[in-house]
């Protein structure tokens, strides 16, 4: 692990220098990026599209309940399908670029299992799902108020979690900071993350309703790009029964979501920057290496 070999340079950034710089990042590690998003993303694509794929096509519902309900599953399971990319970006950092296979088997077999509760019930991703099976062809008004109601509802509770706590994912992958330590000295996981958020919480909530902003323009622009590519190739031409657009309306979430894990990797590199004097931390730890290797 070199210090003063990272892949970015490490000083302090505003938010839309991080967007800039995340577009950079991407481009530069775009092949392992989109198989580790694919990777990450495929399991999710099938669960959601078997709960809720029949509503698109359905004469029951109308098919914008499809796009409303599927945009809220993705931006409830953004952190948890974006996992790999941000265990590759944290290697990336430090250790050039880590294989896709050695990011997957390391996120697999060495995180904790706290992150299934943390991620999976604390910001309500398996609830959401579960409320899926609340459609049905034989009561309206179950699957409205599954739709309307109660599915919104808890994605605004799970996001409003991520808001307060967005780094959770990056203690528990990247720093493997432990749940809980016997040793009173040591840092565990509660007490790090509330270093961490704490006393940057405003500055958190402000960038996170800035990613909102631009977060549906972006998932948008995807969707229009793939229905006049598709109209320019004429690829639905013979095929006026089956549709292609309820999946390029997945994959064009599926991107924005991609991006903003990135732009958040960017984010919690400068809050820590900011908040522990990151970059004189790492100025010190090269010279230690290097010191450390003229002695030998």
């Not at 720093?175 to 919480?201: G, V, Y």
């Amino acid at each position: 692990m070199r210090f003063d070999e990272t892949f970015i340079a490490i000083r302090e950034r505003g938010t839309l220098e991080i967007f800039d710089l995340a577009l950079h990042v991407i481009v530069d590690h775009f092949k392992p990026l989109f198989w580790l998003l694919l990777i990450g993303t495929l399991p999710w694509i099938v669960l959601d599209y078997y709960l809720i794929g029949w509503i698109a096509t359905s004469d029951f519902f109308d098919a914008s309940l499809y796009y409303w309900v599927m945009m809220l599953l993705i931006a409830s399971q953004a952190h948890v399908g974006t996992t790999f990319m941000t265990r590759y970006l944290g290697q990336a950092m430090f250790e050039g670029r880590p294989s896709v296979g050695t990011t997957v088997k390391e996120v697999l077999f060495q995180t904790s299992l706290y992150y299934v509760w943390s991620q999976g019930i604390l910001r309500c991703v398996l609830p959401v799902l579960l409320c899926c099976l609340m459609f049905s062809h034989d009561s309206e008004e179950l699957s409205f108020f599954a739709g309307a109601l109660l599915i919104p509802g808890l994605v605004v509770l799970g996001l409003f979690v991520r808001a307060l706590r967005p780094f959770v994912s990056e203690i528990l992958l990247l720093e493997r900071t432990p749940i809980h330590s016997k040793d009173p000295n040591r840092i565990f996981f509660s007490k790090r993350s509330s270093t961490l958020h704490a006393s940057a919480s405003g500055e958190l909530i402000g960038r996170m309703i800035v990613a909102l902003v631009f977060v549906l323009p972006l998932a948008f622009s995807c969707f229009a790009l793939f229905a006049i590519t598709d109209s320019t190739l004429n690829i639905q031409a013979n095929n006026l029964e089956f549709t292609f657009y309820p999946f390029y309306w997945i994959v064009s979430l599926w991107m924005v979501a991609g991006f903003f894990c990135v732009i958040r990797f960017l984010s919690y590199i400068d809050t820590r920057i900011r908040q522990e004097g990151w970059a004189v931390e790492l100025r010190m730890r090269a010279e230690g290496q290097r010191l450390a290797r003229e002695l030998e």
